[in-house]
Structures are given as structure tokens and as C-alpha cells.
């Protein structure tokens, strides 16, 4: 599935099952929400906390899921594609990082 496909897909669910969207600002709070249960799952799972017994079951891929819903969900509400945003963001990227990492006395 391509990024523009899964902006489609999420606009139909949200205007058939989901009924409408959730306001932006109530999003952006789901948005805070679902990245915190990343953070969650990866600080125990490769932190040094350890799993509460109702953490057990939680699946980080599913969890990743919600963040990219939601991320899906305020960019059709804000008119952004995604696609046309990430090929910019890598310009962006390769232009300003094009030696950064590489010259990194930290990563090497």
C-alpha cells in the first residue's frame, strides 16, 4: 500500500464507520496519546523497565499502527499529502545532512 492509498483508505473509513473526524486538536491529544504507548512498550521491552502485567500483551507493531493512523487521519484533515511531504522532507534531509552524520565523531 502506498502512503497516498493509506491516506484514501483511512478517509474512507473514518467518513462510512468512523462516522467523521475527530477535531485536530482532539487528534494531535490521540496523536500524544498513541506515541506514548510506543514509548511505553519500548522502554520495557529494550529499557530497563520491566512489564507490568497489563503491559504483557501489548504489540508494538499494532501500536505503531495507531501512530500512523492518527498521523494519516490529521494530514487528509489538514489537506497535506504525505507522499509530496516526505520526498520533501528527504531534499530537506539530504541537503542539510548530506556529511552531518558521516562527520560525526559520535557515530563512528
Known sequence: ???KEAQERVDAWINTTGV????ELTNMAILTE???EVARIISRQYGDQSFKESDKNKDLADELADVLWVVLCLSNQTGIDLTTALEK???KKNIRD???HRDNE???
Open 1 to 3: 500500500m502506498t502512503i
Open 20 to 23: 467523521r473526524y475527530f477535531s
Open 34 to 36: 498513541e506515541v506514548g
Open 89 to 91: 522532507n528527504f531534499d
Open 98 to 100: 548530506a556529511n552531518r
Open 106 to 108: 559520535k557515530l563512528k
